[in-house]
């Protein structure tokens, strides 16, 4: 049995939610891209303007994971048609990845975009980035592949699905 715990992360948590970042970003993407692109990107959706806009502008729900009081993750997602959410971010700390974490985040969102009427969940992840076959598992098959510009660099993703009816 688990002793994970989830909250909704309000304008008050965006430190928070940086320095899980900042312990993640790096080990996530420094196979994948450049030093320059990593820092680029992570000024761009993680300065406190940027999560601040998401959160309240942009309608952005993040969810923060926690076990004993130590907080282990984030995701974020939010509604982009009637019936359909994307996942915009999730991440869990190195350390905590292979202990179920990110699997009990990813069904917690699921759980909430249900709720909220959701028949489709997507998401995109870089093409070369192993958490895509943790998606896989998880359900959600790919449905295209999109390049995606990003000031000057590109992300080359693919766009994922899981469907509930």
């Given at each position: 049995m688990t002793s994970f715990a989830i909250k909704t992360a309000t304008v008050e948590d965006i430190p928070l939610i940086i320095t899980i970042q900042e312990q993640t970003w790096e080990p996530t993407y420094r196979q994948i891209l450049s030093w320059e692109q990593i820092d680029y990107m992570f000024a761009l959706m993680y300065s406190p303007e940027s999560l601040y806009k998401q959160i309240q502008e942009l309608g952005h729900t993040f969810l923060i994971l926690s076990e004993q009081e130590k907080y282990?993750?984030?995701?974020?997602?939010s509604r982009v048609e009637e019936s359909v959410f994307k996942l915009h971010k999730i991440y869990v700390?190195?350390?905590s990845q292979g202990t179920g974490s990110g699997s009990y985040l990813l069904e917690?969102?699921?759980?909430?975009?249900?709720?909220?009427?959701?028949?489709?969940?997507?998401?995109n992840v870089n093409r070369f980035n192993k958490a895509r076959y943790f998606y896989e598992?998880?359900?959600f098959r790919i449905v295209q592949e999109e390049?995606?510009?990003?000031?000057?660099?590109?992300m080359n993703d693919y766009l994922l699905e899981k469907t509930w009816v």
């Open positions: 282990l993750g984030f995701a974020s997602f700390l190195p350390e917690k969102v699921e759980e909430c975009v249900r709720e909220l009427g959701a028949e489709r969940l997507t998401l598992k998880k359900g390049d995606i510009a990003i000031g000057p660099y590109w």
